[in-house]
């Protein structure tokens, strides 16, 4: 109708190896810890089942459940005086049911756009853990946010801005996360119609550098992994239009360009 609406899908999905991951040569890592990829490793498939509704064209509610009962992940072994990380293949069952609430919102007269974006996710690897001999919690709970913000024509002189957060933890297969994670940006886009031209500076991950420590649990013991990352920095862009093109004025230019930020 033209207040509410509800959507089911169902998904059945192969995930295939890359190529790298078959490279059956022995690599050394900057870290003391060599890496050989697998021959053996098999595809993984699985299911996804979901509802979602809407309300209003605004407000939007999904619940889904995933089920998978093979999969490959990295796990390490001890070779002589060599530790070596692999991609292994791993039976048992993962369930995870979640849920996700996201909104889009539009005030000033349409010029500031607000999405946001909440998930909570919960995964029953009791099984997958037992087959495999892991000491890892058996119950996990991810949460995720997101929200972009973007503003049309400020002050009246064609400058668009967009902002976008997003906090992510990632617990998966073998491997559980010890924090969640924050990537932002922001951006400033000068549109002359005259010229037919956009100058835009986007600042990446400019206050807080994302840090991505997580803890790997395999048969022989447990691995953590704890590094900061250089993500960050700041690019300019100058796009110049020609023929009859005209710049388009919107209140989603840098949404729709940007994906919400999300890269």
Same mark, same amino acid.
């Given at each position: 109708s033209d207040n509410y609406s509800?959507?089911?899908?169902?998904?059945?999905?192969?995930?295939?190896?890359?190529?790298?991951? @078959?490279?059956? @040569?022995?690599l050394p890592g900057d870290d003391g810890v060599f890496y050989r990829g697998n021959l053996d490793l098999q595809a993984n498939p699985s299911d996804r089942f979901?509802? *979602?509704?809407?309300? *209003?064209? *605004? =407000?939007?509610?999904?619940?889904? #459940?995933?089920?998978?009962?093979?999969? =490959?992940?990295?796990? =390490?072994f001890v070779e002589g005086d060599k530790t070596i990380r692999m991609p292994t293949n791993f039976d048992g069952r993962i369930e995870?049911?979640?849920g996700n609430f996201s909104t889009n919102q539009n005030f000033l007269n349409n010029k500031l756009s607000v999405n946001l974006n909440v998930g909570v996710e919960y995964s029953d690897s009791s099984d997958f853990n037992a087959k495999n001999g892991l000491?890892?919690?058996?119950?996990?709970?991810?949460?995720s946010g997101s929200t972009n913000l973007s503003y049309t024509n400020l002050f009246g002189k064609n400058i668009?801005?967009?902002?976008?957060?997003?906090v992510y933890s990632q617990n998966n297969g073998n491997f559980v996360s010890n924090g969640h994670n924050v990537f932002h940006n922001l951006s400033a886009t000068k549109i002359f119609p005259a010229l037919e031209m956009e100058a835009t500076v986007r600042l990446n991950n400019f206050i807080v550098k994302p840090n991505f420590d997580n803890t790997? #649990?395999?048969?022989?013991?447990?691995?953590?992994?704890? @590094?900061?990352?250089?993500?960050?920095?700041?690019? @300019?862009?100058?796009?110049?239009?020609?023929?009859?093109q005209k710049v388009k004025e919107n209140t989603k230019t840098n949404v729709e360009k940007d994906s919400g930020g999300a890269k």
């Open positions: 509800l959507s089911a899908t169902y998904n059945h999905s192969i995930w295939r190896p890359y190529f790298s991951e @078959f490279n059956p @040569f022995l979901g509802l *979602k509704l809407g309300i *209003k064209k *605004k =407000y939007f509610l999904s619940a889904n #459940y995933f089920v998978s009962n093979h999969d =490959y992940w990295t796990s =390490y995870r049911i979640s000491k890892n919690d058996s119950y996990i709970t991810n949460i668009n801005l967009n902002a976008w957060v997003g790997t #649990y395999t048969p022989i013991g447990q691995f953590r992994n704890n @590094f900061a990352s250089d993500w960050y920095g700041v690019s @300019f862009s100058l796009v110049k239009r020609f023929g009859n």
